[in-house]
């Protein structure tokens, strides 16, 4: 996993609560076997018209916005879906932070999954970050991960931001979740015995492998 | 020794916590992992790039769900015109094999939805954990497993490990008491829930359901509750288990028999919140008080009874909130203060995760029978899994249902969201069934209106969106 220190970039302001999954990524765009090449996707129904025209008005087909790399947005964002598929749209579009008062926490989870930070910060200051984002000259802000810290040339002091730690460790270096759990195999196998002592309905299922 | 008394959620947790990672970080183990097309290719990859298996191979299983037409079943993945929908299936059927994984396929008798196979095959128990890349996944809470969606790096965690990195959730304890009305049903009262809390109001807490109406509830009815969970936001839903669940579970294919039966029956009653549990917040709804439920927006909380109207913006004095209401309201194709009953619909689907079983079913059959399809208005019955099907076929809904203008499908998550053959035209306007209301969730510039099977059914014979209750 690529790590995340310190990125600066366009932060594109998204002044809408409850954005959803089907809406950061229309379900079309999940019949798909890859996580790459999502961005094409990303926003599909507020960035293109029917006819798959660009539509001007949406924040991402507007300079400096186009290459946004961070997202300013409002509450509850990610909700719905399950679907990796949107986090991966972000990615591939570029996008690999979002500022918000609040996230649905599956998606929240996702993001730390593909090197990616969601920062939730009180509603006055997103207004305050979205007020200076809105303006071209002062769209750039700069997420420093090692500071704990957002700073641009349109907010007058560094804002600070709280990250779990242990998720903040696996940003900064980029670890494998997967290889850390394995760390703790013994913990596992134990779990798995003492099931098979005292639920052992839990244990089995009696379904076997697919013969087809 | 005194111990703390505990929630159900509590309980549960606290038997699959593994190991404490450090910072409220724990590995919890995952009793059951349900797989489906669309979510874990990528998982698959993960997994032989690293060059891992499977650990657990029996108690995980697949089903091909969301991409597949609900018509040409015979056909099996040959008959799939979509081409990358064909591919997504494929490439289940390779993974499940190169991995050697259970499958129920295309053309087997357990196949269905993942939420609606699961507890049909018995896979689904108290006191279980169970995971799957879908956020209904919660829907399996109301066997009192505790039951959540997860994405596509956590499915391929858990196929490698197991376990999942998970922090406690805060609890939350919705009652619901009382009596529920003439031709209220749990999808009204789980979008009454929405309603009133709204559709963060649950984000980061694990919700038990509770209360006489809860109780009163058929095994359908909790599974309708708990399906709609995420739709408040909640990581899971859980309805503790009583003689019902035990009932429902016993003789299902994967469940335990004879004495291990027994000895799980006398856990499982353990499996409740004790008396003086703490939970982080209580909210209390009388069912009296609920009324068939229609949404009018494009967020499930966007809802109203049917005898209610849609919002006026300009009462509204948050400018972010009064521009979202107009948003929804422009989207949806409806006025400040329209009245929902009369609004005329060209698409009924009956089906989903949420309410395509058998008793969803006879519900909306009992309002169809004798009754015609509007002449304006397609719709669609699609059975949660072949044996809801088959089930459905021996009771004779099909013919029911056909004798009044619907269509009889196979099974599949179908028009609920649009990635097969069927889902809304831009600008077509469905009463709905299903759990979502997004913008262009049913199809790009679809219009969905979220209903009870009955609602739905009293929808397509009027030819609008209409009070049940007038039709019973």
């Known amino acids: 996993m690529t790590p995340f220190t310190r990125l600066t970039a366009v932060a594109a302001p998204l002044p809408i609560a409850n954005i959803d999954t089907d809406m950061i990524l229309p379900a079309a765009f999940l019949k798909t076997v890859s996580r790459r090449g999502l961005g094409a996707g990303l926003f599909h129904t507020a960035r293109y018209d029917y006819d798959k025209n660009e539509r001007p008005d949406f924040v991402l087909n507007q300079p400096p916005w186009r290459r946004a790399g961070i997202l300013v947005t409002l509450e509850n964002f990610g909700c719905g879906s399950s679907r990796e598929h949107a986090p991966w749209a972000l990615l591939d579009f570029g996008i690999r932070c979002i500022l918000a008062p609040s996230f649905a926490e599956i998606f929240y989870n996702n993001c730390f999954k593909n090197g990616m930070l969601p920062i939730k910060l009180d509603r006055a200051t997103i207004d305050h970050l979205m007020a200076a984002v809105s303006q071209p000259g002062t769209a750039e802000l700069t997420i420093d991960l090692e500071a704990n810290a957002i700073t641009a040339a349109g907010i007058s002091a560094p804002i600070s931001f709280a990250v779990d730690e242990l998720r903040r460790q696996r940003l900064l270096y980029g670890l494998d979740d997967i290889g850390n759990t394995l760390q703790h195999g013994a913990a596992i196998a134990a779990h798995e015995e003492r099931v098979r002592r005292e639920t052992p309905w839990l244990a089995q299922t009696g379904l076997e492998p697919w013969r087809g | ?472």
């Not at chain 2, 269905?112 to 809470?141: K, W």
């Not at chain 2, 009305?181 to 979008?191: P, Q, S, W, Y």
């Not at chain 2, 694990?206 to 009815?221: F, K, R």
């Not at chain 2, 009992?366 to 397609?378: M, P, Y």
Request: proline share 5%.
């Open chain 2, 1 to 472: 020794m005194m111990t703390r008394p505990r929630t159900l959620y509590e309980k549960i947790w606290d038997a699959h916590a593994v190991a404490h990672l450090g910072s409220g970080e724990w590995l919890l183990y995952v009793d059951r992992h349900l797989l489906y097309e669309v979510t874990s290719p990528q998982a698959f990859d993960g997994l032989r790039a690293s060059g891992s298996s499977v650990r657990r191979p029996e108690l995980t299983l697949a089903v091909a769900d969301h991409n597949v037409p609900t018509q040409h079943r015979a056909g099996g993945v040959a008959a799939i015109e979509d081409v990358d929908s064909r591919l997504q299936v494929e490439t289940l059927e390779r993974n499940v094999r190169d991995f050697g994984l259970p499958y129920a396929d295309l053309t087997s008798t357990r196949h269905g939805i993942v939420h609606v196979v699961g507890p049909e095959q018995g896979l689904t128990l108290p006191g279980a954990t169970i995971v799957c890349g879908d956020s209904h996944t919660s829907t399996h809470g109301a066997f009192a497993a505790l039951a959540f969606g997860i994405g596509t790096s956590e499915a391929e965690h858990v196929l490698a490990t197991q376990t999942l990195i998970q922090k406690p959730s805060r609890t939350m304890l919705i009652r619901v008491d009382g009596a529920l009305g003439n031709g209220v049903t749990a999808k009204d009262v789980i979008l009454a829930i929405i309603g009133k809390i709204g559709t963060a109001g649950a984000t980061g807490y694990v919700i038990e359901y509770a209360g006489d109406a809860i109780s009163a509830l058929d095994m359908a009815g909790r599974m309708t509750v708990c399906n709609m969970s995420i739709e408040a936001g909640a990581r899971a839903g859980l309805i503790a288990p009583d003689g019902k669940t035990f009932a429902w579970v016993a003789g299902r294919p994967c469940a335990p028999q004879g004495s291990m039966l027994e000895a799980a029956k006398a856990q499982w009653r353990t499996l409740r919140s004790d008396d003086g549990a703490v939970y982080d917040r209580t909210v209390a709804i009388s069912a009296s008080e609920i009324a068939p439920m229609v949404t009018w927006g494009t967020s499930p909380e966007a809802v109203t009874t049917i005898t209610g109207e849609t919002p006026d913006p300009g009462d509204e004095p948050d400018s972010a909130r009064r521009a979202q209401l107009q948003r929804m309201l422009t989207y949806m194709g409806l006025s400040p203060r329209q009245k929902l009953d009369g609004v005329p619909i060209d698409i009924v689907f009956i089906g989903s995760c949420t309410n395509s079983r058998i008793e969803d079913l006879r519900a909306a059959a009992a309002i169809a029978k004798g009754r015609q399809v509007a002449h304006s208005v397609r719709a669609l019955v699609v059975p949660g899994s072949a044996a809801v099907k088959a089930q459905g076929e021996q009771e004779g809904l099909h013919e029911v249902f056909r004798a009044a203008g619907f269509e009889w499908r196979d099974a599949g998550c179908s028009m609920c969201l649009g990635l097969n053959p069927d889902r809304l035209a831009p600008g077509q306007r469905c009463a709905s069934t299903s759990n979502r209301n997004f913008e262009g969730r049913q199809g790009p510039g679809g219009r969905t209106h979220l209903v009870s099977p009955a609602m739905a059914a009293a929808a397509a014979v009027r030819g609008c969106l209409t009070d049940v209750r007038t039709l019973a």
